[in-house]
């Protein structure tokens, strides 16, 4: 009988000659990576085979390449080549290998809620068809990637990934689209990368000597991935467990203590000590150090020491090698020369290759089977060389086996299922901790008192739970084990409203179709609700700062969500930030800039806290879910009548529901034996649906109400630069010594660059009036105040500092900005009212335009020109002109029309 150690001592016999071969960097390298598979007999060292450029090929041939491209077979010096040349590409885990599939589809430097995090590419899922309506897209899920991605480049110098990933969220945050966007990026990058490539174990078995065609009698079932390669049917058993190919060279040291084989060739290596992205110092980083330093790309020549020390073959490979050894009488060299190969191939959920998904089932280990089931047509279903090891030869299967390499997904494994009485028990998972502390799955057969094995697994396990299980079970005594080797990453819902507005965008241009339209404020109102209905009400107690504690107890719900979003996205601006206050009410300049400055500290309190234990409640797990907010929005353009959908028709649509009591903002935890009715404990305040509504309805009238007064003054002729604009400029001058006024803001372009005092004289006499200024030096020190606080509050401009500030004049100098609209909008309310008249006149009586146009009262000439300029504007601005007098009526008081158009 001939042992493993006379195997491996052969084989270190034989491919210790590799060590003493100096292979320069190119020599050998492999085909293409989108090029089609050698068609003649494997060699070692020698990689010539067809090749066929795509450029210019027809279709067909395009299809033929595409589906040939994961055949490709290499020698197994060739693989060790390609090894010396890229050794991270080859040497590295499941976990640094899914990180760097992330990576690979683009990453930057971005902030969440005023944290700096990573942005992924993966999000827009760029390998998806763009012709597609939905792509799959994520939204708002920039934290979790984040996390995920920092958790798996904390294995990347582990031999594997020895914690669980616990990836939970409450029903409908997107659990199922992120996972299957990480699967879908797995398949991409192995498939479509070069750097992606993944390489395995195989074994070939000549035609030639062969009974017969094996081609011809074998069954889906009868060998995992087992097929014939082209026209020389060579017969191609895979390592069942995806198994690296320098797994093959010897790794257990003799009783003398020499060096293995496998040590031998690591050292060989030209090995770089990687710190550029390692997580692992001994001070704790701060966020920004820790982006940055997860920003950085790992060095290419770096690899994973551990991973390439500590793998193992698999146990079915190990058998095929004594077999052959047996059938060759102990030369390992024809082995090696005959049998031996090396094999790229891709990820694939379908056909559970390095990826596998669990749905809600009994949770099951690996199991074994014969790799030689009962013959078919009267023939074995094994080579010859096989056939005559004189004992079955078995191989594990199972999910497990499958992912190796890989991902393993298990999507609500903590669900209730329905024949069980009690929700599945923890302690069933056993086997899976033992996975993740040592590594090793075990394989049993299903026959009683069958063998059994352990075999080396290497795969990223992920649970995708749902919070209300988690609650259930996080009472259990079997839950802290699981949780003391698990990494929690957090998946709420949308927090952003720009993220949300983003998400159903899609959804309501295919709602409307080719006939219908939308008025632009309805999907910022119905974003705003519902993003908002998943925040916390602010606690300003957390805060000992008086004057930012004074500004967080002024601060609605509905604002909050504006604040959230940092890129603007139409939402952060001071002027839509202030659109649900009154006058006398509104922001001061010093509030403003200290919310936004605090945004991150506000966020820190509720949104990131859950990363410090999974008992605490996190903002974004209640609320409308991104799932119910696009039904609302089906629901809201299926009940509106006419050709045009309304922010009207859906605040009337989701008032009744309000009132209704369906639009609820709380969720409790099912309902079974072992929970009893366990309600899920909030500790952070929310607003209830009908305070939210009545503050989204608010925004909705000032947004109408703003739009229309902008596109009246838009449309009236321009008599130079903006008065406010223009007083700013010259206090900026009369502040700063030696700044001059821009020439367009000079009364004239002949008068010098100085601050005129008549112009600054006239505009603060008529905006804050003559009473106001005893003398020349309160003037001066007005002029001195205000410009003290635009230098303080451009600080939140740091791309383009002042020149930026300088023109944000509604969040800057908002109380002079405010009395300035306010004195625009007194000398205008006449101009608007007969503007709000015509449009509501014209909708009755389609002839009254016409009769203004002829008029022999230049007046009313002026005001159908008024009318068509601003509706025009508007029309610009994406007001469908049939739903205006609907949309005026709204937003405008009764009061404020004129008598003849009530």
Not at 259 to 273: C, D, G, N, P
Not at 278 to 289: F, K, M, Q, Y
Not at 487 to 504: C, G, T, V
Request: aromatic share 8%; hydrophobic share 35%; net charge neutral.
């Amino acid at each position: 009988m001939i042992l493993v150690n006379d195997t491996e001592r052969s084989c270190t016999h034989l491919l210790g000659r590799l060590l003493e071969i100096q292979n320069p960097v190119g020599k050998g390298s492999s085909p293409a990576h989108n090029q089609p598979p050698s068609r003649e007999p494997i060699s070692h060292g020698d990689t010539s085979g067809v090749s066929r450029s795509a450029k210019g090929a027809s279709l067909l041939d395009q299809l033929t390449t595409e589906f040939r491209r994961s055949y490709d077979l290499i020698g197994f010096e060739e693989f060790l080549d390609q090894v010396r040349e890229h050794p991270r590409r080859f040497l590295r885990n499941s976990a640094t290998y899914l990180a760097d599939a992330m990576a690979a589809f683009g990453v930057s430097k971005t902030t969440y809620l005023g944290r700096p995090i990573l942005k992924f590419g993966v999000q827009d899922q760029p390998w998806a068809s763009t012709l597609a309506e939905d792509r799959g897209q994520i939204f708002g899920h920039e934290p979790a990637l984040y996390q995920f991605y920092k958790t798996l480049r904390r294995f990347e110098r582990e031999p594997f990934a020895n914690d669980l990933i616990l990836a939970r969220g409450p029903v409908g945050s997107g659990k199922n689209r992120l996972m299957r966007t990480l699967v879908s990026m797995a398949e991409t990058y192995s498939s479509e990368f070069e750097e992606g490539a993944r390489m395995r174990l195989a074994f070939r078995f000549p035609r030639d000597g062969r009974k017969g065609n094996i081609a011809q009698v074998l069954s889906p079932e009868t060998l995992s991935n087992a097929r014939t390669t082209g026209g020389s049917e060579d017969f191609i058993i895979p390592a069942p467990l995806n198994t690296n190919p320098l797994f093959l060279l010897p790794n257990q040291r003799n009783l003398r203590g020499e060096r293995t084989i496998r040590e031998q060739f690591v050292e060989s290596l030209r090995k770089v000590e990687d710190t550029s992205s390692h997580l692992g110092e001994a001070r704790e980083l701060s966020a920004e150090e820790e982006v940055e330093a997860l920003l950085k790309s790992p060095d290419p020549r770096a690899f994973n020491l551990e991973y390439a020390l500590w793998g193992q073959l698999d146990t079915t490979s190990r058998e095929v090698i004594e077999a052959l050894m047996r059938h060759y009488n102990g030369d390992f060299s024809a082995v090696l020369k005959n049998h031996i190969c090396v094999e790229k191939w891709t990820m694939s959920a379908r056909e559970h290759r390095g990826l596998s998904e669990i749905r809600p089932r009994p949770l099951e280990g690996a199991r074994l089977e014969h790799l030689s089931p009962p013959s078919y047509f009267g023939q074995r279903d094994l080579p010859l060389e096989l056939e005559g090891s004189g004992k079955d030869i078995l191989r594990s299967r199972g999910a497990i086996v499958e992912a190796n390499g890989g991902l393993l997904a298990f999507v609500d494994p903590l669900r209730k299922r329905e024949h069980e009485a009690a929700p599945t028990d923890l302690a069933r998972l056993d086997f899976l901790l033992d996975l993740i502390e040592e590594g090793v799955i075990k394989a049993t057969s299903d026959s009683f008192g069958g063998p059994s094995r352990i075999e080396i697994i290497d795969t990223v396990v992920v649970f995708f739970l749902n919070d209300l299980d988690v609650a259930v079970k996080q009472r259990g005594v079997a839950w802290e084990a699981l949780e003391s080797r698990s990494k929690q990453i957090n998946i709420p819902y949308i927090l952003r409203p720009s993220d949300e507005f983003a998400m159903l965008q899609p959804t309501l241009e295919k709602l409307l179709g080719s006939e219908r339209t939308a008025d632009p404020v309805l999907l910022k109102a119905l974003t705003l609700f519902t993003t908002a209905s998943r925040l916390a009400v602010v606690d300003s107690s957390n805060t000992k700062d008086k004057k930012l504690q004074e500004a967080l107890g002024k601060l609605k719900v509905l604002e909050k969500a504006m604040l959230y979003d940092e890129d603007g996205g139409g939402f952060a601006t001071y002027q839509q930030f202030d659109m649900m206050r009154k006058n006398g009410e509104n922001w001061t300049t010093e509030q403003f800039s200290r919310l936004r400055r605090a945004r991150g500290e506000i966020s820190s309190w509720h949104a990131f806290r859950a990363g410090e234990s999974i008992y605490q409640d996190y903002e974004g797990g209640f609320g409308v879910s991104g799932r119910k907010s696009k039904k609302l929005l089906g629901e809201i353009v299926g009940n509106a009548s006419g050709s045009v959908v309304t922010v009207v028709d859906a605040l009337e649509y989701l008032e009744k529901q309000v009132k209704a009591g369906r639009v609820s903002f709380q969720e409790s935890a099912t309902n079974d034996e072992e929970s009893g009715e366990a309600e899920t404990r909030l500790s952070l305040k929310r607003a209830s649906p009908q305070d939210i509504f009545e503050e989204v309805q608010q925004y909705a009238k000032s947004h109408i109400e703003k739009d229309v007064k902008r596109a009246l003054g838009e449309s009236l002729p321009r008599r130079g630069p903006e008065p406010l604009r223009r007083y700013i400029q010259h206090v900026a001058a009369f502040c700063t010594p030696g700044r001059e006024v821009p020439q367009e803001f000079r009364s004239s372009p002949q008068q010098s660059g100085r601050a005129e005092e008549r112009i600054l004289c006239d505009f603060e006499d008529s905006i804050i009036g003559e009473k106001a200024f005893k003398n020349t030096k309160a003037r001066a020190e007005y002029r001195r105040s205000l410009w003290s606080k635009f230098s303080s509050a451009s600080g939140d401009y740091p791309k383009n500092g002042k020149a930026a500030a300088i023109d944000d004049l509604e969040s800057i100098f908002s109380e002079l900005a405010q009395k300035y609209r306010e004195k625009v909008d007194e000398t205008r309310a006449g101009v608007i009212r007969e503007l709000l008249g015509n449009i509501l006149q014209v909708a009755r009586d389609g002839t009254h335009l016409n009769r203004l146009r002829d008029s022999d009262d230049e007046s009313k000439r002026t005001a159908a020109a008024n009318y068509e300029r601003s509706t025009k504007t508007l029309s610009e601005m994406g007001y469908p002109l049939e739903a205006l007098p609907k949309l005026v009526r709204f937003a405008f008081d009764a009061s404020f029309f004129p008598d003849h158009a009530r």
